[in-house]
């Protein structure tokens, strides 16, 4: 059974693993720290997972992964982006869009969020196909558009109106 929750601090030993792992960090912004310390999970615990609607994913009692909406400001106060990441032993199960579904019905339920967005780097397929399950439409193609580890990477909009 999968389900989304508050972080706690039995996830900092978990958070400190995948998030040392390359496999795993790879596509996701430099904002996360690397390598990944123990100092960074806590204040990932106590602060970071407080900013916008960010869940603990947990498969069968275990910690799966992460995935969140950060609303935007001012203007853009009405929309969020969205992002997710599993740990390697949850991959090709369906339970990324599992989450990103619960997260959504959670978005929808608890904010006044109209829009949702993801920008997914090149090459990152899965998330895509996790994206268009979850009903989000390919808006746009953005070349050079991020460049992480001395590498420019174009990247894909995806895009969910809400209500």
């Not at 030993?13 to 999970?41: G, K, M, Q, W």
């Not at 900013?51 to 498969?59: K, L, P, Q, T």
């Not at 969020?80 to 959504?104: D, R, T």
């Not at 090149?122 to 998330?127: A, D, F, L, V």
Request: with cysteine; charged share 25%; hydrophobic share 40%.
């Amino acid at each position: 059974m999968l389900l989304i929750r508050h972080f706690t601090q039995q996830e900092k030993a978990h958070l400190i693993r995948c998030l040392n792992s390359p496999n795993v960090t790879r596509f996701l912004s430099s904002r996360i720290p690397s390598p990944y310390t123990e100092d960074d999970a806590i204040w990932w615990i106590e602060h970071g997972s407080k900013n916008g609607i960010i869940r603990a994913v947990e498969v069968d009692g275990e910690f799966a992964g992460c995935v969140g909406a950060e609303p935007g400001q001012f203007e853009y106060a009405y929309a969020a982006e969205v992002g997710y990441w599993l740990a390697e032993p949850f991959w090709g199960k369906g339970y990324a869009s599992k989450a990103l579904a619960l997260l959504i019905d959670e978005v929808q339920n608890t904010s006044e969020i109209v829009r949702l967005h993801a920008s997914v780097f090149e090459g990152n397929q899965t998330s895509c196909k996790v994206l268009e399950k979850c009903g989000f439409i390919l808006e746009g193609r953005f070349k050079k558009a991020v460049y992480k580890q001395g590498e420019f990477y174009n990247t894909h909009l995806y895009a969910k109106i809400i209500r």
